[in-house]
């Protein structure tokens, strides 16, 4: 049996070691990074059993990213950071009994999210009953009695709150959300909330559907792809092997991101010979370093030179009969344009008008169009307007609804968008509901519920008692830190349901549950025999997952094992919903997953095929627009920059290399140079020289916010960075404190945590 030993000392910075970024990515040292550390952390059996069977057909679907899967697949089937991610969770370490009694509820406030997410696995229910400071094991069904109680002694169903991570699977969350809307609330606030809730949101009501409007192969037939707002090479980096793809098929292509990320100028395939020999291929024909929040005054000024093109030669420039049969607010676009003032554009990108020139004639000259996205643009006050913006330009030459061409947000978490398709939303359509309710035979409540910052405002106002999270890690997700902290403790139950601890075993309420689950990766065995779960990925393709190795312990369960017994507890053995024929064999699950969502019908068939099945995408299949009007909607948004005092700068928070969401597989970031350390920020050579700081100096970063309150980032590293001016950058989750809870995207609710105005004041170096 393998798998690491646990550190004893949480890790410093005291051993920061800063270099030169890279200007590619992969290649030999994404080999030597994961493989040694799969077998390491899993052994040979298991490191074989999940790595040759991930993201393979009938294999299991990867826990990390959710890009698409090809047609056809490779022997490795997954990139570095995905073998990073299932060797964290299957990991043979266990969390050892001792170490409830060794270590407080308080004392692990202290620990970092990488070293509680080295001691392993989670193998037993714990329960931390109320006024006691250490955690205990508990049973299975005396830890269901707990949260019965609690639940059923709630004045209203709405002062609980049922959190879902995007790792949960289809089955798990439809299950989920009709457990809480049987219990009757809709608070069912996701992680989507806080990464493309913008997205959903702008897209929905311009184009009728709020997911990506391509194909896996449509990479390979545009003719240009504008990646904004995203860093593929960490986040996403079997993304880099179809831009290589689409590159070597004579695919322009141009990056749009404040900092110049390794992953966007150059691959090296660690599964070709040039990748590994050779000096890879160069992505991005253009690079614009643009100023944070910036890219609606971007989208903004390329339409205007697409309208003068169109002026300059009637006619021959926008696509007129795919305007007039499918488009409405063209007229009210151009006049609004007219306004626009490239002064105000070069202030908000911060770039010259020879650099949008040049994106401009790359997008007319191209006929068919992809423009992808992701956190980058969803995390800002403007984010809605922004996302419109692009659809606007898209829709200007019919690049939508045709191969090749289309706009696609791209999903950070495995199964995010499959979750929200199940019903992981707290304010699902009638539609919806009424299918549920002809379904099932009760009336599911109709009021909107409470979405993640509003969840955590009213258990900061103790208007919601009981948390219940399946999976995720939400207080150290959510911004203001130290709000989440101090809200998550005035509940008086919380629950996790986690594979291994996090910060969110520590900021607990009055009493609090862990309830260990199995890992993707796991074989799922049932009273109906093996169980195989589905996930949506983000091209809105979904398919089967099922595990290969064995569970880390018998007394873990499955998520739906969970829920199923959860409910039973919770609504009684007479209601009329079969939870105990759920748990026992997921395809009934499936079969009424088929009859209340839409575009599922024939679930359980279709997803048995070898490539499952893809959703139905209206806009994308037939250029049909499900909006009020039946049309797709040009519209106008009013430009707004954000205006900076004379010596404050914008932050951004972005993930390291070696990181997943609030999971760190080290602490290293090894294509920004930064290894052996995290509190670092990222400074432009030419903000340092004008606001008198050096490299190596250390500062605390200051947040402003409405609300007055003086956020502050302590003791970061400067590393003097080639990153965007006026723009700076430090690591999620830390930067976390720097973004006020009422900071947030106008319509969606989203935290802006990709445009915080800071400001830097000296401070001493950290002792260590």
């Known amino acids: 049996m393998k798998g690491s030993k646990p550190p004893v000392a949480d890790p410093t910075d005291a051993d920061l070691q800063v270099s030169e970024p890279k200007r590619w990515a992969a290649g030999w040292p994404s080999l030597i990074e994961s493989i040694p550390r799969a077998l390491n952390e899993m052994g040979v059996d298991r490191s074989i059993k999940t790595l040759t069977a ?83 094991p508990i049973g299975w069904n005396e830890a269901f009695a707990v949260i019965a109680r609690e639940l059923n002694s709630l004045d209203s169903p709405n002062e609980a709150t049922f959190y879902t991570s995007g790792r949960t699977s289809n089955e798990a969350a439809f299950e989920y959300q009709l457990f809480a809307r049987a219990f ?59 831009l290589e793809e689409a590159k070597r098929g004579g695919t322009s292509i141009v990056a749009v991101n404040p900092l110049p990320e390794a992953g966007l100028i150059n691959f090296r395939n660690p599964q070709r010979p040039r990748g590994l020999i050779g000096k890879g291929t160069d992505l991005a024909d253009q690079y614009l370093q643009i100023r944070l929040a910036g890219d609606m005054a971007l989208m903004q000024a390329v339409s205007k030179r697409v309208l003068e093109a169109e002026a300059a030669a009637p006619g021959t420039v926008l696509d007129h009969a795919f305007l007039t049969k499918h488009c409405e607010g063209l007229d009210e676009f151009k006049a609004h344009l007219e306004t626009l003032d490239e002064a105000e554009v070069l202030a908000a990108t911060g770039l010259r008008s020879a650099e949008i020139d040049e994106l401009a004639a790359r997008y007319l000259k191209a006929d068919k169009v992809i423009i992808t996205w992701a956190m980058g643009l969803t995390q800002h006050k403007k984010a809605v307007p922004t996302i419109k913006e692009i659809i606007n330009l898209m829709l200007l030459r019919g690049n939508i609804g045709k191969p090749g061409a289309g706009p696609s947000p791209i999903r950070g978490h495995s199964n995010v968008q499959g979750d929200r398709t199940m019903g992981i939303w707290e304010q699902m359509p009638p539609e919806f509901l009424d299918a549920l309710q002809n379904e099932f035979g009760f009336g599911p409540p109709r009021a909107p519920g409470l979405d993640v910052v509003d969840s955590i405002r009213a258990m900061r106002d103790g208007k919601v008692k009981i948390l219940i999270a399946m999976g995720g890690n939400l207080v150290s997700a959510v911004s203001d830190t130290a709000v989440a902290e101090t809200a998550i403790q005035k509940t008086t139950l919380s629950v996790q349901v986690s594979t291994k601890l996090n ?52 007394d873990v369960l499955s998520e739906v ?108 970031d090894r294509y920004r140079g930064v290894k052996k350390g995290r509190h670092v920020l990222l400074v432009n050579p030419g903000d340092l020289r004008q606001l008198g700081f050096t490299d190596g100096e250390y500062v605390d970063v200051h947040g402003e916010a409405a609300d007055g309150v003086d956020r502050v980032l302590p003791q970061q590293r400067i590393i003097s960075y080639p990153t965007a001016r006026g723009c700076v950058a430090a690591y999620f989750p830390e930067a976390n404190v720097l973004v006020a809870l009422d900071d947030v995207a106008e319509v969606s609710n989203t935290p802006i945590s990709k445009s915080v105005v800071v400001r830097l004041e000296r401070a001493a170096a950290p002792t260590y």
């Open 561 to 668: 094992a969970i829920i199923s017994r959860l409910a039973r507890a919770v609504l009684g053995s007479d209601h009329p919903v079969n939870w105990a024929g759920f748990e026992a064999s997921y395809d009934t699950l499936r079969e009424h997953i088929g009859h209340v969502c839409a575009g599922c019908e024939d679930y359980n068939a279709k997803v048995r095929q070898p490539d499952g099945f893809v959703l139905p995408h209206p806009p994308r299949d037939s250029r049909t627009f499900p909006t009020a009007s039946g049309k797709a909607m040009i519209t106008v948004n009013e430009l707004e920059t954000i205006e900076l005092p004379e010596g404050w700068l914008l932050l951004q928070s972005i993930r390291s290399h070696d990181q997943f969401n609030t999971t760190m597989y080290s602490l290293n």
């Open 503 to 554: 910060r969110s075993h520590a900021f607990v309420g009055d009493q609090a549950l862990i309830l260990p689950t199995m890992g993707r990766s796991e074989i799922d065995r049932q009273s109906g025999g093996p169980q195989f779960v589905t996930v949506e990925d983000t091209v809105c393709a979904v398919h089967g997952s099922a595990g290969r190795v064995e569970p880390i312990s018998k």
């Open 184 to 242: 009757g609330t809709n608070n069912l606030p996701d992680c989507s909330n806080m990464c493309h809730e913008s997205t959903g949101a702008a897209m929905g009501e311009v184009i009728g559907v709020g997911k990506s409007a391509i194909s896996y192969t449509d990479f390979a037939k545009s003719d240009l792809i504008i990646i904004m707002g995203q860093n593929p090479g960490t986040c996403h980096p079997r993304m880099l092997t179809a």
């Open 54 to 136: 991930m993201n393979q057909k009938r294999g299991f679907d990867c826990m990390s990213c959710a890009w698409p899967d090809p047609p056809e697949r490779k022997t490795a089937e997954f990139c570095e950071n995905g073998a990073k991610a299932v060797s964290w969770e299957a990991d043979l370490l266990k969390v050892p009994a001792s170490f409830w009694s060794e270590h407080a509820v308080s004392s692990l406030r202290d620990r970092s999210e990488y070293w509680l997410g080295q001691q392993g696995r989670l193998v037993e229910p714990m329960y931390k009953p109320s006024g006691e400071d250490h955690y205990r």
